[in-house]
């Protein structure tokens, strides 16, 4: 069942439960061994087969027994800056260069001086 990420948590939550059951049923894997696998209770387990609104934890844990974690690589990786934010940093180090030129000593231009013959 495909669910739009805007619908109401419970209605997520119920999504992700029956997809983690119907993993589990085709996994061929036990909620008691699921529960040993994960060092959860067997009612934690079934709760969040159910839908119930558990912890972020034990759904990660639920989530690598039933080898279906892939839900976690874009959380773990670092979002790319906006292009706001690359403008305003590209705007700060180019303020911070016209500073450093400023402020640099210039180098004193001595004239050529002839000698007298």
Request: net charge positive; no cysteine; aromatic share 0%.
């Amino acid at each position: 069942m495909q669910i739009d990420h805007k619908a109401p948590i419970e209605t997520i939550l119920t999504v992700i439960g029956k997809n983690l059951e119907i993993k589990r049923i085709r996994g061929n894997n036990e909620k008691k061994e699921i529960a040993r696998l994960t060092g959860l209770n067997r009612n934690t387990v079934s709760a969040a087969l159910r839908g119930e609104d558990i912890r972020i934890s034990t759904l990660i844990r639920i989530s690598r027994v039933l080898q279906s974690s892939d839900w976690l690589i874009p959380l773990l990786t670092e979002p790319m800056p906006s292009p706001l934010e690359i403008l305003s940093k590209s705007r700060k180090r180019r303020s911070k260069m016209e500073k450093e030129i400023i402020q640099t000593p210039k180098p004193q231009v001595m004239g050529i001086q002839k000698k007298k013959r």
